[in-house]
């Protein structure tokens, strides 16, 4: 069985910094790209990041380039989020994503919205 864990979230103030998580099992990690998308009260998934199978290429949604690094760890079948600079309009549950063999920059919705992905994780920015 599938599973993606994510953790790390929490509230934080405009400028902080969080690490997500998340623990993926089930599955050959390092045959995956991974995703991290992110969903606002009231809207639909936005995608935040994308990393390749071997985590040499990764793709950034523009307005976090320059705040967020994702990484992973095949050893550990883990990926991580890392944010800095964070303001309001990052408030979000954040979810990562199982993808397939190849990663693509700014995936369609549709894809994102057909993928397995974790129960989230709240991420708050507020004074």
């Known amino acids: 069985e599938v599973q993606l864990v994510e953790s790390g979230g929490g509230l934080v103030q405009p400028g902080g910094s969080l690490r997500l998580s998340c623990a993926a099992a089930?599955?050959?990690?390092?045959?995956?790209?991974m995703y991290w998308v992110r969903q606002a009260p009231g809207k639909g998934l936005e995608w935040v990041s994308a990393?390749?199978?071997?985590?040499?290429?990764?793709y950034y949604e523009d307005s976090v380039k320059g705040r967020f690094t994702v990484s992973r760890d095949n050893a550990k079948n883990t990926v991580t989020l890392q944010m800095n600079s964070l303001k309001p309009e990052d408030t979000a549950v954040y979810y990562c994503?199982?993808?397939?063999?190849?990663?693509?920059?700014?995936?369609?919705?549709?894809?994102?919205?057909?993928?397995?992905r974790g129960q989230g994780t709240q991420v708050t920015v507020s004074s």
């Open positions: 990393i390749s199978l071997g985590g040499g290429t990764a």
């Open positions: 994503v199982k993808g397939e063999n190849v990663v693509v920059d700014n995936p369609p919705p549709t894809f994102l919205n057909s993928q397995m």
């Open positions: 089930g599955f050959i990690f390092s045959n995956y790209g």
